[in-house]
């Protein structure tokens, strides 16, 4: 009895250290490269810009090269006697439309907003939460100088994975230059690791424990499909000894009660 017993966990050991594997390097990578995407039609795009029009302003788009030369398409709203730029980035599996709405918030700041490697209209392109969406941000803030717009009068606003990939574009951004005017950052990520762990949870709920193995094989097979470093991909450190000024919301109390800005973990 005692043989069969352990015969029975060993082979429940192996089957799991074998499937960790496979889901590690065919199931989950998929998850986390190709976040689905918004089914908006060009109509949709053309109705959320109306509705943020205001007299004596207008849009202007662009088109750039960011984060492993992949093309941006980015928005500018222009109004009137602005006080400078708000740089909208968005959370996991969103677009730029799904948060450049919250412009109508700020009226006295223009407004700017893309999606992060261009995926709203080439959705094929991986996402990888930080790794190159970092050099898209930094690719349109330089973009924004180059048009004559200080440092000093560009705000960040962002969510989640925007949130998360603000603080590493910062980073970036302040080894070669002054820092930005500031940020407004809900809920970002700690570390790619945490934010793929949150991702797989909302799959297997208190179950994802067990594909920790397949989550590390998961995120370093990843890596090496999209070209980029996972271990490089922390905004918990990159966050260490900004000087851009930063608002940072966790999210897990009432928004108008005052709270002590700190790093969290989201879904």
Request: proline share 7%; hydrophobic share 45%; with cysteine.
């Amino acid at each position: 009895m005692r043989r069969v017993l352990v015969f029975l966990i060993a082979s429940l050991v192996l089957f799991w250290l074998a499937f960790s594997v496979l889901a590690g390097l065919w199931l989950l990578p998929p998850m986390l490269l190709h976040a689905p995407m918004p089914e908006r039609m060009e109509k949709d795009r053309e109705t959320l810009r109306t509705r943020l029009l205001s007299p004596g302003a207008h849009w202007k788009a662009s088109v750039l090269k960011g984060g492993e030369s992949r093309v941006l398409e980015v928005w500018r709203l222009h109004r009137a006697k602005s006080k400078g730029v708000v740089l909208y980035l968005h959370g996991f599996g969103d677009d730029a439309w799904g948060t450049l709405g919250r412009a109508a918030e700020l009226p006295e700041w223009d407004a700017v907003g893309f999606t992060f490697r261009g995926r709203d209209r080439h959705p094929d392109v991986p996402c990888t939460l930080g790794g190159w969406e970092r050099a898209d941000v930094v690719a349109v803030v330089n973009a924004l100088e180059k048009e004559g717009v200080p440092r000093a009068k560009i705000v960040i606003a962002a969510w989640s994975q925007g949130a998360g990939v603000a603080l590493l574009a910062l980073s970036d951004l302040e080894k070669f230059g002054t820092p930005l005017g500031g940020a407004l950052l809900e809920c970002p990520y700690e570390d790619i690791y945490e934010a793929a762990k949150n991702h797989i949870r909302l799959a297997l709920g208190p179950l994802e424990v067990l594909a920790r193995p397949a989550e590390w094989i998961a995120l370093r097979r990843a890596g090496k499909i999209a070209a980029f470093d996972p271990r490089a991909v922390s905004p918990a450190k990159a966050a260490d000894g900004l000087r851009t000024p930063i608002a940072l919301v966790t999210g897990e109390a009432d928004p108008e009660t005052p709270v002590e800005p700190k790093l969290c973990s989201c879904k």
